[in-house]
């Protein structure tokens, strides 16, 4: 298959609290999933990725963890500040067997809107 | 470096009309992939052109096609509009594929359908 879910689709969070989102896949060949970040009226950035040969990778308050065994992944961010606010995508490789090789795409889920109260 | 620029940034058109869009991407890159984003549906992948090679394709109806050209230069066609093609289209390049790292989008160009 070729779907990625991703929950919750809305959070409110307090500034200062943690903030939680995760994603599942159905192909198991996936070995790739970025974290892209978009704010309002803005266009996506990459702000975190895996490769599936590790289990978790931090970069200062945000850190994404991955079960392969279980097809899931997830964004934490800690000490939310306003700036969080925005919408995060997860995203997921999919493979295409073809003849002489494979392809990969890049395929998103449907987003969470992260708000973070002051 | 330039960024990835895309245009038209809005445009309007009525049902059955036809429309181009056209990428830039970062100079260097030669993967340029189309997403079509609509709320609640998040980023849905509509193809990817590497080398002026259509490598993958998502599940849109024939009437979405695209091309790239041998500056990497990219264009997405969509015939006999629907209001539901009503979205803003992000182009985003790369070096390489979906693995080989981060995406970089342009700002989009919204598309609304009358």
């Known amino acids: 298959g070729e779907n990625v879910e991703q929950h919750p689709s809305t959070l409110s969070v307090q500034e200062g609290d943690s903030a939680v989102i995760k994603c599942t896949y159905s192909?198991?060949?996936?070995?790739?999933f970025p974290w892209y970040k978009q704010e309002l009226g803005k266009r996506p950035q990459l702000i975190i990725d895996i490769r599936s040969n590790v289990g978790e990778k931090k970069d200062q308050r945000i850190a994404v963890t991955l079960n392969k065994t279980a097809k899931h992944f997830s964004l934490h961010i800690t000490e939310t500040q306003p700036e969080d606010s925005a919408v995060y995508f997860c995203?997921?490789?999919?493979?295409?067997?073809?003849?002489?090789?494979?392809?990969?795409?890049?395929?998103f889920g449907t987003g969470t809107l992260l708000a973070v109260q002051p | 470096k330039a960024g990835v620029t895309q245009t038209p940034r809005y445009l309007i058109k009525t049902r059955g009309q036809q429309v181009t869009l056209s990428c830039s991407p970062i100079?260097?890159?030669?993967?340029v992939s189309w997403y079509q984003q609509t709320p609640g549906q998040g980023l849905q992948f509509l193809f990817e052109?590497?080398?002026?090679?259509?490598?993958n394709k998502g599940n849109f109806p024939g009437r979405f096609s695209g091309r790239q050209f041998s500056n990497s230069r990219s264009e997405m066609n969509v015939s006999t509009l629907e209001l539901g093609d009503s979205a803003l289209y992000l182009c985003?390049?790369?070096?390489?594929?979906?693995?080989?790292?981060?995406?970089?989008f342009g700002e989009g160009s919204r598309l609304t359908v009358l």
């Open positions: 985003a390049s790369g070096t390489g594929g979906a693995l080989s790292g981060e995406l970089f």
């Open positions: 192909d198991s060949a996936s070995n790739y």
């Open positions: 995203a997921a490789s999919i493979r295409k067997a073809e003849y002489g090789g494979a392809t990969n795409k890049l395929i």
């Open positions: 100079s260097g890159h030669r993967s």
């Open positions: 052109y590497f080398s002026e090679t259509q490598r």
